[in-house]
Nanobody, 124 residues
Framework: QVQLVESGGGLVQAGGSLRLSCAAS??????MGWFRQAPGKEREFVACISWNGGRIDYIDSVEGRFTISRDNAKNTVDLQMNSLKPDDTAVYYC???????????????????WGQGTQVTVSS
């Protein structure tokens, strides 16, 4: 079992930045992902990173604005979000893929452990 705790969410104006952090009880060799869910919408993939950082994937709408990174020694996975837009408003979740699929996966169903989420609100 892995416990995941997100932090760093908040309210920011459009064009601003936030850095989300996910603290894990242990990362070992898990692939990690960030997802988000806006009110009335399904949870969607945002970004993921392989266990060794060798593969990174982003949804098109955040490519070039968001950066995912991990520090296996500190058991943390971060999501740096720049040039934020009102459409980025959602609850953001950190997730761990126990099977550490290669290539990495965007499917919600492939992730085994989830954090409680952190709210990100971008005002126009």
């Amino acid at each position: 079992q892995v416990q995941l705790v997100e932090s760093g969410g908040g309210l920011v104006q459009a064009g601003g930045s936030l850095r989300l952090s996910c603290a894990a009880s242990r990362l070992t060799t898990y692939a990690m992902g960030w997802f988000r869910q806006a009110p009335g919408k399904e949870r969607e993939f945002v970004a993921c990173i392989s266990w060794n950082g060798g593969r990174i994937d982003y949804i098109d709408s955040v490519e070039g604005r968001f950066t995912i990174s991990r520090d296996n020694a500190k058991n943390t996975v971060d999501l740096q979000m720049n040039s934020l837009k009102p459409d980025d408003t959602a609850v953001y979740y950190c997730a761990a893929d126990r099977d550490s699929r290669w290539p990495t996966t965007r499917s919600v169903n492939d992730y085994d452990y989830w954090g409680q989420g952190t709210q990100v609100t971008v005002s126009s």
